[in-house]
């Protein structure tokens, strides 16, 4: 969580809401980084965990990303909980909550819906107090 949280920070500079995300293989080697790139690249879609994930499955070129982790600093969206979900991530670590657009258990819980086809594991809070730090000193900046 501490390399994603300094990848959430590289995003402050974009003006992108500071968001970090990686993934990790089996063998705990980090194979995809990334950040917010709503703003920076005029793309919708590009959420730090969609980034992470393209970054990820075209290095390894594959689209399913078996038994890899995915450590985020917020609760993904529904967008992103369904990208982490079809890329077949097998366990996705996340640090803050979203209580507005959080999609793996505050507001919906895509991942985990009995009716997901596919099944991971969660875990959340991880260095929850700094990956919300960093989310609220950027949106009072912003206010």
């Known amino acids: ?3 994603a949280l300094s990848i959430a920070k590289k995003a402050l500079a974009t003006g992108d809401v500071p968001v970090g995300a990686l993934v990790i293989n089996r063998d705990g080697v980090i194979i995809g980084r990334g950040s917010n790139e709503r703003e920076a690249n005029n793309d919708p879609t590009a959420h730090a965990e969609i980034v992470a994930l393209r970054n990820a499955a075209s290095r390894l070129q594959i689209s399913r990303l078996d038994g890899c982790t995915l450590v985020v600093t917020l609760e993904p969206c529904a967008m992103c909980a369904g990208a982490i979900a079809q890329a077949r991530i097998g366990h996705l670590i996340f640090g803050t909550w979203d209580e507005k657009a959080g999609a793996v258990g505050s507001v919906w819980d895509v991942i985990r819906d009995p009716r997901a086809l596919y099944k991971m ?21 912003q206010r």
């Open 1 to 3: 969580m501490v390399e």
């Open 121 to 141: 594991d969660v875990t959340s809070g991880v260095m929850q107090e700094e990956c919300a730090e960093i989310l609220k000193k950027f949106f009072e900046a």
